[in-house]
């Protein structure tokens, strides 16, 4: 199972439009169909706040939105600890209680986390800058890999070969 960020999802409708690349789509339609591809609830909240098509596009082809149960709770407040994240005392530039929620729908699902947040090269010495890469890396699962990379490790072609 794959557990998709609203930054990949919107990253994806923003960078490879419906219209121009149909067989793309229609595979990304086909695995929100079978449950393959799932949107965690706090995820799907942000694209409709983002990209409201994209959201009207994953709700009309059935994507499986993932609500947020206890067992995602605690492992996001445990998350939030190993973090050194005090109250709701979030850095501007780390993750904040979505991110972590995300994560931990990832987690608890033992899924596959495409996030297209940024990588950072260089850990912060401070882990509440963390973005959600560098907390997967920290934690086994989920591993998390942005959407080109799962596009290329889809190995699948979207157009006659040359």
Request: charged share 20%; proline share 9%; hydrophobic share 40%.
């Amino acid at each position: 199972m794959l557990v998709i960020d609203a930054s990949a999802i919107v990253y994806a409708w923003d960078n490879y439009p419906i219209e121009q690349f149909p067989p793309l789509w229609e595979w990304v339609e086909d695995d929100c169909r079978t449950g393959e591809l799932c949107i965690p609830q706090p995820a799907m909240e942000e694209v409709g706040h983002v990209s409201p098509e994209c959201a009207q596009w994953l709700r009309n082809v059935g994507v499986r939105v993932l609500p947020v149960t206890n067992d995602i709770l605690i492992d996001a407040n445990g998350i939030k600890g190993m973090l050194g994240i005090a109250d709701d005392q979030y850095h501007p530039d780390g993750v904040d209680e979505n991110d972590l929620l995300i994560i931990a729908t990832g987690r608890c699902e033992g899924a596959v986390l495409i996030s297209n947040e940024g990588r950072q090269a260089n850990l912060p010495l401070n882990m509440r800058k963390y973005k959600i890469p560098a907390v997967c890396g920290q934690l086994a699962p989920p591993p998390c890999i942005n959407f080109l990379d799962h596009l290329k490790a889809s190995r699948r072609q979207f157009g006659p070969a040359r």
